[in-house]
Structures are given as structure tokens and as C-alpha cells.
């Protein structure tokens, strides 16, 4: 890319991580964006979908539109493929003309049948033990050209570092929601063994230990005992006894 296009990718990959409510919503604006930056430079519609590969196992995860995603399940369900291969070498792959190419015929045969005759997956590197690519579905063979292709791996190069950065903003977020559920029902499970401490007129570890044993002759989580509990508190006081 040149430098102002690389500036420009930047700042719209950048506006959209911004607006993405989670990390699938950004790997959906980011298969969108691919597939109309690649579109704009090649002269036809490029098509994008998403894959991830983690503890080896690849699925699509984000599609330029439901046809990007549905060729990207034909490489899932045939289990090899350029993208595939890209996310396994960690290399861009390219499979030029499915009509002459001989590494993966049932694939190929499959494409040609959905109108795609080129395809390029380029990986992406976004670290935690989990990696991505980019897969490029191309109308006519030959359409990745020396100079798109290189876009294309440039373009993958720019969306790797704002992947990771998602990615690590996913991960900060799903920590904040844990911590906060863990908050929760630490104040559920003190506020009950203050209400079981104030009626019976034991320790906060009695009054835990009664907790406990309901928790495990009901086989419930001791929060939801002390949920239970505290939902019991009506005008009338509260009522301790659990049948």
C-alpha cells in the first residue's frame, strides 16, 4: 500500500474498532472493509470472509456478506484449502485458477460450481495462541495479480495489529464482567450470612457453614441459596428455616 492509503486503512480500521460493540462485531466491519478495499483496487467484486484457528481447530467466524461466509464453509467442510494452509504456515496462500491448479481439486470443483475461480487467504497474527486469515474469493482466475496480491498481504499486515488490539480489548472485557459477577455474588452471599448472623445470633463461619450445607444437600451454587434467601425478605422480617 501506499503510505496515504496505508494512513487511511488505518484510521478506518481504527473507526471501526471503535464502533464495534464486541470483537465479532469487528470481525465482521473488518471482513466488510477487505472485501470493498480489495474490490476498489482489483475492479470487481472481491468477496472476504474471516477464519480462526485455535487449539487447530479452524470455523468461520465473520463474512463480507452470507455468500462470503458460505464459501468459507466449503474449505471448512472439504478440511484443506489456500486459507487453511495460510493459517497453518502462517504464509499467504494463493490459488490462482481453480481450472488449472492441481492441489485441491474437490475444493476447486466446488468453487468453479459457486461462480469463484481465484482465492487468497492471508494470515493474521493476533497472538493468545489463536491466529487468523483473510480469504479472498475472486470471480475470475487470475485476478490476483502480483500487485493485488501484495495489497492483499499488506492489508492483512495493517488488520493484524488491530486484531490483536480487539482481541486484547475482548479479553480486558470479558475480565471486567467476570470480576463483576464474582463481586456480585460475594455481596449475595455476605448480605445472607448477615441475615442468618442477626436471627440465630451466630458467627459469620456458622452462619456460612449453614449456608454450605444447604448449598450441598440442594445441590445448588451458594450463591443461588443466598439469593434464594434474600429474596425472601418481605415486611414481615425474614425467614432463616430452609426446607
Wanted: hydrophobic content about 40%.
Amino acid at each position: 500500500m501506499t503510505e496515504v492509503n496505508e494512513d487511511s486503512a488505518v484510521r478506518q480500521l481504527q473507526d471501526i474498532l471503535i464502533g464495534a460493540e464486541s470483537v465479532d462485531g469487528f470481525l465482521q466491519g473488518l471482513a466488510t472493509f477487505a472485501a470493498s478495499t480489495l474490490t476498489g483496487l482489483a475492479g470487481t467484486g472481491v468477496e472476504c470472509a474471516v477464519t480462526l484457528k485455535r487449539h487447530r481447530h479452524t470455523a468461520t467466524v465473520a463474512g463480507s456478506s452470507p455468500r462470503a461466509v458460505e464459501l468459507d464453509q466449503i474449505e471448512q467442510r472439504v478440511g484443506d484449502g489456500p486459507c487453511i494452509r495460510a493459517l497453518f504456515t502462517m504464509a499467504p496462500e494463493l490459488l490462482n485458477d481453480v481450472t488449472t491448479d492441481e492441489r485441491w481439486p474437490e475444493y476447486q470443483k466446488k468453487l468453479a460450481e459457486h461462480g469463484v475461480y481465484s482465492t487468497v487467504g492471508v494470515p493474521l497474527d493476533i497472538g493468545d495462541g489463536a491466529s487468523a486469515a483473510f480469504n479472498f474469493f475472486g470471480p475470475a482466475p487470475g485476478l490476483f495479480t502480483a500487485e493485488l496480491f501484495d495489497r492483499a498481504v499488506g492489508f492483512g499486515e495493517l488488520a493484524s495489529r488491530t486484531l490483536h488490539l480487539s482481541v486484547r480489548i475482548g479479553a480486558a472485557q470479558a475480565k471486567a464482567q467476570n470480576l463483576e459477577a464474582a463481586m456480585q455474588s460475594r455481596t449475595a452471599i455476605d448480605v445472607a450470612c448477615g441475615v442468618i448472623m442477626a436471627q440465630n445470633r451466630c458467627s459469620q463461619k456458622e452462619a456460612m457453614d449453614i449456608l454450605a450445607k444447604v448449598s450441598s444437600n440442594r445441590n445448588q451454587k451458594l450463591r443461588d441459596v443466598a439469593v434464594e434467601l434474600l429474596g425472601r425478605l418481605s415486611g414481615s422480617g425474614v425467614e432463616t428455616h430452609f426446607d
